[in-house]
């Protein structure tokens, strides 16, 4: 058996055990009472959901044309980096012969 598993398994048991003899906390007092005439929320259908998630509540959502933009932006700048190497042909090199070696 591994040495740290001779250590692990005692210390598992010891805390499990002393874990258990812990009193229960006091929960009283820590959620607000419900209304007793308070209706339970209405459950919505999902295509509901997403038509109401695509308006902004502020008034303020972004407009696809401006979406559109910003994706053409991110690609061109992917495209920007994945034209650049990361490592120059002698770190190329050295990694390679390291690798192998």
Same mark, same amino acid.
């Given at each position: 058996?591994?040495?740290?598993?001779?250590?692990?398994?005692?210390?598992?048991?010891?805390?499990?055990?002393?874990?258990?003899?812990?009193?229960?906390?006091?929960?009283t007092g820590r959620v $607000?009472?419900? %209304?007793?005439?308070? +209706?339970? @929320?209405? =459950?919505?259908?999902?295509?509901?959901?997403?038509?109401? &998630?695509?308006t902004d509540a502020s008034?303020?959502?972004?407009?696809?044309?401006?979406?559109?933009?910003?994706?053409?932006?991110?690609? $061109?700048?992917? %495209?920007?980096?994945? +034209?650049? @190497?990361? =490592?120059?042909?002698?770190?190329?090199?050295?990694?390679? &012969?390291?690798?192998?070696?």
């Amino acid at each position: 058996m591994p040495r740290a598993a001779r250590f692990f398994i005692p210390l598992a048991v010891i805390v499990i055990s002393v874990s258990g003899c812990a009193d229960r906390p006091d929960l009283t007092g820590r959620v $607000a009472p419900v %209304a007793k005439g308070t +209706a339970w @929320p209405t =459950l919505l259908p999902s295509d509901q959901l997403t038509t109401d &998630a695509d308006t902004d509540a502020s008034g303020t959502a972004q407009t696809a044309k401006d979406l559109s933009a910003r994706a053409a932006a991110l690609r $061109a700048r992917a %495209a920007r980096l994945a +034209a650049t @190497p990361v =490592l120059s042909s002698t770190e190329r090199a050295r990694l390679s &012969a390291a690798s192998n070696g």
